[in-house]
């Protein structure tokens, strides 16, 4: 047989093997897809058992599955130390832009990092192309090593971050240490930083950068009585300063009115950039534990007072928020000043630069504020392009059309290689972690290219099938064909209306809610125990069933009327606790109906704009607003009308004790 005759044949059967697959996997689920599903849990129970011999057997038997990669795999992962470079490279490379090959890679590289083996991770480093932050650490660890000291330009905001972090940001931050690009004006405000947040060791040894040498034992005895040093400390040195940052802060974290009370004498005599790193530690502190010491204005006056001495990009956004919960408006200016080019950007910032102008009088401010809130009501229609539409006297009639994939695009979907590992894995009940990890690479990669049609398929698809919550992935990451219906599923939507509607709440608000907490996954359970659809707590169901006058049935939350039934009518309770207001009622929802209350206003009432943004807990502030901006596009879908959202966010009153 000639050349020619064998490439033909070869292609036509295997373009024929193509065919009789996708027919099997999709439309009869077939033996090939049982025998699939046979071998690939059997080689993970290999893999889980450290089953190395057996693993090779699957990678033999399982070469030509869609799922093939996975016993090769998790051979290479079960010794990824003392693989070498060229075994993670060679898997890459035959398995060009997979999920599991970029996550080996990225794996490879922390774990040489671990070992300080920088040259061996480095010819890995193309192959990482989706790094978390730890991996994004360990990454640039190994780019500095490796002759690249220009990385540590990018990573300031590690340097100077003093919350939680992972390990290798840890270490990166050593390493910048010794590095020529940080200033000593760089090291101060790391070292007060550090101080600040009472970290004793890693302060020391940022001191030591510097040419101070802080003394373990004399921060260990400061810690033990801080305000007691504060009254009888030095003031005449580097190191004296120093220690009265370190001691201002222990004060504030344990007693901020102590702080704030003690902090003009402090400041007696000291140079004005160290009066106003003083005044930044304390403010830094009453902005970070709201929670516990409720919302002062002395906080933001001392943020005020800092003004003048850099401020992190963590503490310009601190400030941005109190100053936001306050009205105080030129502070807002001031703060969103201070912030970094990327954070100015934001959608964020750029509405409260606009609301900031909004307020002053003069003519040019509000012409000033109406270009940023015409810039953002065009860019999207996400919670603060909608709040900016508002401002602008624009109401939100209808979503984009409604785009539908063509035959061609669900063709492409059966050929995708990243789609089909997804669909394969989730029909063949794999562990969520790698179903979902390959899917959300398969949306990457679609998005990457701008392949809208691609991504409407999966969305299609994926609804079709009921699995809600992965189609919203994909519909959400459109570029210019756009399709709401999949973006905001609306399943079991007679359920959803009518137990809303029994219980006087907007339908659209609790199909807001539920595609927040649950993505409309029937099954979802939460680290804290919450439940099904709308993430019912047992106790809370336990209240909610009481109230109704039933028995209470843990199984039963499991079904989707119930679920919804006792959701709804927990939601409507909240918002009649809570002044009848949908944005303390979707805070409570989250965050516990005392803890929304705790957060109203003392003296007059505040705007829901303000309320929502000075949130302290970073996952309730963006659950309400996504749950508000949800609510509108639910609105339109359930064909309510125009929307405002202003209208389904009236001001947060007084809180009465």
């Not at 947040?197 to 040498?213: C, D, E, K, R, V």
């Not at 010491?293 to 928020?321: C, K």
């Not at 206003?601 to 502030?621: C, F, G, H, K, N």
Request: hydrophobic share 40%; proline share 4%.
């Amino acid at each position: 047989m000639q050349v020619e005759q064998i490439r033909w044949v070869s292609r036509y059967f295997y373009q024929r093997s193509i065919k009789i697959y996708l027919l099997s996997f999709w439309a009869l689920g077939s033996s090939a897809v049982i025998a699939a599903e046979q071998q690939f849990n059997d080689a993970l129970r290999a893999a889980n058992a450290g089953n190395i011999s057996q693993l090779q057997q699957y990678s033999a038997s399982m070469q030509d599955d869609v799922l093939g990669y996975y016993p090769e795999y998790w051979t290479l992962n079960s010794n990824l130390a003392t693989q070498p470079a060229n075994a993670i490279i060679h898997f890459a490379q035959r398995y060009p832009n997979a999920a599991m090959s970029e996550k080996l890679a990225a794996d490879f590289v922390e774990e040489k990092v671990k070992m300080a083996a920088f040259s061996d991770a480095q010819p890995v480093l193309p192959y990482v192309t989706n790094p978390d932050q730890a991996e994004r650490c360990a990454v640039a660890q190994v780019r500095a090593k490796t002759g690249d000291e220009l990385v540590f330009a990018e990573y300031k905001d590690v340097w100077l971050t003093t919350n939680s972090q992972p390990e290798s940001c840890h270490g990166l931050g050593r390493m910048m240490l010794s590095s020529s690009l940080l200033t000593s004006s760089d090291r101060q405000q790391r070292l007060y930083a550090q101080l600040r947040a009472g970290q004793s060791g890693p302060a020391i040894a940022t001191a030591q950068s510097i040419g101070l040498n802080l003394s373990l034992a004399q921060l260990n005895q400061i810690q033990a009585n801080p305000l007691n040093y504060l009254w009888t400390a030095p003031k005449e040195s580097l190191t004296d300063y120093a220690y009265l940052v370190f001691a201002l802060g222990r004060t504030a974290d344990s007693d901020l009115n102590s702080a704030l009370q003690t902090l003009p004498r402090v400041q007696q005599g000291l140079p004005t950039d160290v009066q106003k790193y003083l005044s930044r530690t304390v403010a830094y502190i009453g902005g970070t534990t709201v929670m516990k010491n409720n919302f002062n204005i002395e906080v933001l006056n001392q943020f005020d007072a800092s003004y003048g001495v850099p401020f992190t990009e963590e503490e310009a956004e601190i400030y941005a928020r109190q100053a936001i919960r306050f009205g105080r408006w030129n502070s807002v200016l001031l703060a969103i000043e201070q912030m970094s080019v990327t954070q100015k950007q934001e959608d964020r910032w750029q509405y409260w630069l606009a609301r900031a102008y909004d307020a002053r009088n003069d003519a040019q401010s509000k012409q000033t504020a109406q270009g940023i809130y015409q810039k953002l009501a065009n860019a999207g229609d996400d919670y603060h392009n909608l709040l900016a539409k508002d401002h602008l006297g624009q109401r939100y009639y209808q979503s984009p059309p409604a785009e539908q994939p063509s035959h061609s695009d669900l063709q492409r979907l059966d050929q995708d290689i990243h789609f089909r590992r997804a669909f394969t894995l989730r029909n063949i009940n794999a562990p969520a972690s790698y179903v979902n990890r390959e899917w959300n690479w398969a949306v990457r990669q679609a998005y990457l290219k701008h392949d809208d049609g691609l991504l409407l398929a999966a969305a299609k698809r994926a609804t079709e099938m009921g699995w809600y919550d992965r189609a919203i992935y994909a519909a959400e990451r459109t570029s210019n064909k756009h399709n709401y219906a999949y973006r905001y599923a609306t399943p079991h939507q007679t359920t959803v209306v009518n137990h809303s509607r029994n219980v006087g709440i907007d339908p659209a608000w609790a199909y807001g809610l539920m595609r927040q907490e649950s993505r409309f996954v029937t099954a979802a359970r939460s680290h804290v125990g919450a439940g099904g659809l709308m993430q019912i707590m047992p106790n809370t169901a336990k209240q909610v069933a009481r109230q109704m006058g039933e028995s209470y049935n843990p199984a039963a939350l499991t079904d989707s009327n119930t679920n919804i039934r006792y959701g709804t009518y927990y939601l409507s309770m909240i918002q009649n606790q809570l002044s009848a207001n949908p944005v303390l009622a979707t805070a409570g929802y989250n965050a516990g109906p005392n803890r929304a209350k705790r957060w109203q206003p003392d003296t007059q009432s505040l705007a829901a704009d303000q309320y929502v943004e000075a949130i302290p807990l970073a996952e309730t502030r963006d659950y309400v607003k996504n749950v508000m901006s949800n609510a509108v596009h639910y609105g339109i879908l359930l064909q309510q009308g125009p929307q405002v959202i202003e209208s389904r966010m009236p001001n947060i009153p007084v809180r009465f004790q």
